[in-house]
């Protein structure tokens, strides 16, 4: 099924919790997972444009798979040419998805020096060009992410301006400059004051770990949604818990509702897409992720990559989780592991 914008904006309205374009995290399989887990409206991890419209690279476009049942999801683009952005939101049309996300906010150095990701907010009328030519190729809508800026002179709100005046969509703001990368905390202040002056919606993203802290920003920034990451790899059922603390029902109502039954489904996923060791070492990747924060986690970090075969690593991730029962998650920062993402 595809989506108009209209309809888009209907289920961002419903659903105003999305799930976060991570680099190495939101494959296929994954998003297939976080569908499930009603992760809301889906974006890929950041492809190369030049890779899409070269097609040299069959992984871009492993990476960029979708399927209806995936639907709505976008794929995320980045690149600093506006032809080649435009070539390739066409090739992402092509490939079915509902709508194409530009990448304004990667804050990686070989990225940025190349001009592309967050470089691209220094030089606002060259974000003027790209988005008008990206726009001029493609029917599907166009989206944004991006930071707050590049460095302490943040301009939002500018960029806002000018994705509205291109037709874009909505924008995703992530709440840290792009000098910041993800030292320090995102400013949800700066994020609600874009959001009140803004002319096109605006997605906050940005330190969303906790289900009532999630519903205490979506009410105070008043954001016409909320985009969650990291807080998603530490917690599968961060969606469900915070739809239940807004009073909103669910896409899926029949989501896996213990620790078990989360990694079974992941593993199926996994399974179905990726050969067996990388669907093992994937596996073993989230079930470290999800044991964050719990009791023994970094014993259980070490012990499950160490554990070669199939039969092991999954009974020994299933028993641990099993054996947590009521234990509940420490309120603790991120460990290093878990701080990537791509602005």
């Known amino acids: 099924m595809s989506y108009s914008a209209e309809q888009l904006l209907e289920y961002l309205k419903k659903y105003p919790l999305l799930l976060a374009p991570m680099a190495g995290v939101t494959d296929y399989p994954f998003r297939s997972f976080m569908r499930e887990m009603n992760g809301g409206i889906l974006t890929t991890e950041l492809v190369s444009a030049i890779a899409l419209v070269r097609e040299s690279d069959h992984r871009t476009y492993k990476i960029a798979l979708i399927d209806s049942e995936q639907q709505p999801t976008g794929i995320q683009i980045f690149g600093e040419d506006p032809d080649i952005l435009a070539q390739a939101a066409l090739k992402v049309e092509e490939m079915g998805a509902s709508f194409v996300d530009l990448n304004l906010g990667c804050p990686v150095t070989k990225i940025v020096k190349k001009g592309a990701g967050s470089a ?39 960029v806002s301006r000018i994705a509205h005046n291109e037709g874009c969509l909505w924008m995703t703001i992530h709440g840290r400059t792009r000098s910041q990368g993800y030292s320090g905390k995102a400013d949800w202040d700066y994020i609600a004051e874009v959001k009140s002056k803004a002319p096109l919606p605006i ?67 996994l399974s179905d897409f990726h050969d067996e060791r990388m669907a093992l070492l994937q596996f ?21 990559f160490q554990i070669k075969e199939k039969s092991l690593v999954l009974n020994y991730a299933f028993n641990y989780f099993a054996q947590l029962g009521a234990s509940k998650k420490e309120n603790m920062p991120y460990e290093s592991f878990l701080m990537q993402g791509h602005g």
């Not at 073993?284 to 044991?291: E, L, M, Q, R, T």
Request: charged fraction near 25%.
């Open 120 to 158: 691209i907010l220094k030089d606002l009328p060259q974000l003027s060009k790209i988005l008008k030519t990206i726009k001029s190729k493609i029917k599907i809508p166009l989206t944004i992410k991006v930071r707050t800026g590049w460095d302490h002179q943040r301009n939002a709100l500018e």
């Open 284 to 304: 073993k990747k989230f079930a470290v992720w999800f044991s964050s924060g719990y009791p023994e986690s970094s014993l259980f970090r070490k012990s499950i």
């Open 203 to 269: 997605i906050g993203n940005g330190d969303l770990v906790n289900p009532q802290h999630i519903c205490h920003i979506y009410k105070k920034t008043n954001c016409s949604a909320l985009m969650i990451g990291r807080g998603a790899l530490k917690n599968p059922w961060i969606f469900n818990d915070t739809y239940k603390l807004l009073g909103r029902e669910f896409p899926n109502d029949s989501y896996p509702k213990n620790a078990k039954e989360v990694l079974e489904v992941l593993f199926g996923y």
